[in-house]
């Protein structure tokens, strides 16, 4: 019996032995869920201002392969300290491509904010680079244009160069005065020439304000989406930036999601109104805010739109046209901001290094306005030819939408409904200021089309 005993232990005691042994085994090998990768793993060692001085008065390198930006000049590959970045609107540039990249020193932190500026360090250096396709029909033929540089100096301000590319693309040069060059631009129908500004430090200092926090685009709004980094892991930049200690505050990862985010100009997952408002905290909340330029309306999108003062907003400057607003609801006409935002004029906006008007963005602003309530507008009517000077009389004609009646003046005046009614082609002997307006019952009577002929019979 006592040897019996003496056995069963033994096989118990192997066999827990065993069990255990399992267990373990299950243990270890268990599938575990592994946190996601981070898109840069370690923070590189960066010494503040690369190799730029400290203030705008030091020397200034004369070649970009100088500034400490890049180690290989040639194939435009970034110094290790550079960190890629992205915005989720960017600022239009005259369908330049763009590449962006900053460096902030060793040691030093972004003061954090959800909404609003993030200010940074001294020493911090941002990287602009641009590119410019010369064949639409083959989207891979861009040609390097300029790399800008701005820097956080020393003294709290900040300061901005621009290097512009050699034709081998071997280095690029100082810009010392702001220049301007035609491009040719080939295209599915024939070519076009495209001016294109090359800035230098005082435009810089035009639009990286103390009011605009120096550093434009990079805040949390513009920050707070996926890229793909060189690592090859994609994931959003806010928690990349954490990760990497860039921040003042640490942030809690589960948060980020729920940190304020502009709305991309084609997502339809957001309304147009907030597409809209997006595109226009992109290209116009710099200057556009309280203490910035004189326009009395604030294009930031933290600030709500009833507090805006866009929609329905008086303008200071109403380019002659009548009951002017910043934007007029469901009148593109009587909207200065798009009118200004849509031309190439003198009067354009914004005035600074714009010489062509984008047409996406100009679409999606048209579309929110007139999805906004408001009485159907007549259009301006169509003048034909256009003025000028004419060696004889000349005929012309006027064309409005079906259904209207365009009343017309000869003197310069606005017209009204007490003026001529146009009802067959105008012969003009001598020098005349036309305007003509459509109106239509039911309808907002149109802004005044105005030409100038010059006869000379």
């Known amino acids: 019996m006592t040897a019996r005993l003496a056995r069963m232990f033994e096989r118990s005691a192997r066999w827990g032995k065993v069990v255990l042994a399992g267990l373990l085994l299950g243990a270890a090998t ?270 930031r999108f933290d600030t709500p739109l009833a507090r805006q003062n866009l929609v329905g907003g008086p303008v200071l400057i109403n380019q002659g046209i009548d009951r002017a607003r910043i934007i007029a609801p469901n009148d593109i006409w009587r909207s200065i901001l798009f009118m200004r935002a849509n031309t190439l004029e003198a009067y354009k906006m914004p005035p600074l290094a714009r010489n062509t008007v984008d047409e996406p963005g100009m679409a999606l602003l048209r579309a929110w306005i007139e999805s906004m309530p408001g009485q159907p507008v007549q259009p301006p009517p169509i003048i034909s030819p256009r003025g000028g000077n004419f060696e004889r009389s000349v005929t012309v004609t006027l064309q409005g939408q079906p259904g209207a009646t365009l009343h017309y003046t000869v003197d310069g005046s606005v017209p009204s409904t007490s003026d001529p009614v146009y009802e067959k082609p105008l012969v003009l002997t001598e020098a005349t200021i036309l305007r003509v307006r459509a109106f239509k019952p039911g309808h907002t009577n149109s802004i005044p089309t105005q030409e100038v002929f010059i006869v000379s019979e």
Request: charged residues 25%; negative net charge.
């Open 30 to 299: 268990a599938p575990v869920e592994a946190a996601p990768a981070y898109g840069v793993a370690a923070r590189v060692a960066t010494q503040p201002y690369l190799r730029m001085p400290r203030t705008v008065d030091g020397p200034m390198p004369a070649l970009l392969s100088e500034t400490g930006a890049f180690k290989d000049i040639r194939r435009l590959v970034p110094a290790d300290e550079l960190l890629p970045y992205e915005l989720v609107v960017p600022f239009w540039s005259d369908h330049a491509l763009k590449t962006r990249w900053i460096a902030v020193p060793t040691g030093q932190t972004v003061q954090f904010s959800p909404h609003g500026e993030w200010v940074f360090p001294a020493g911090t250096v941002l990287v602009k680079h641009f590119d410019l396709t010369l064949d639409e029909t083959q989207p891979g033929s861009a040609r390097r244009l300029e790399t800008r540089l701005i820097v956080r100096d020393e003294n709290g301000g900040i300061y901005g160069v621009t290097y512009k590319w050699r034709p081998d693309n071997s280095d690029a040069d100082l810009v010392q005065a702001g220049l301007t060059e035609e491009i040719t631009i080939k295209t599915a129908t024939g070519s076009r020439v495209q001016p294109w500004y090359y800035p230098n430090q005082e435009d810089c200092r035009k639009c990286h304000t103390a009011n605009a926090g120096f550093v434009l685009g990079l805040k949390t709004r513009q920050l707070n989406r996926e890229v793909a980094y060189p690592s090859g892991v994609t994931e959003n930049q806010l928690r990349t930036w954490n990760h990497l200690g860039l921040f003042d505050q640490k942030l809690d990862e589960s948060d980020i999601p729920k940190l304020p985010k502009l709305a991309r100009l084609d997502d339809p997952a957001h309304s147009l109104e907030e597409r809209a408002r997006s595109y226009l905290d992109a290209n116009c909340a710099h200057c556009h805010r309280p203490g910035g330029t004189v326009a009395e309306f604030d294009a």
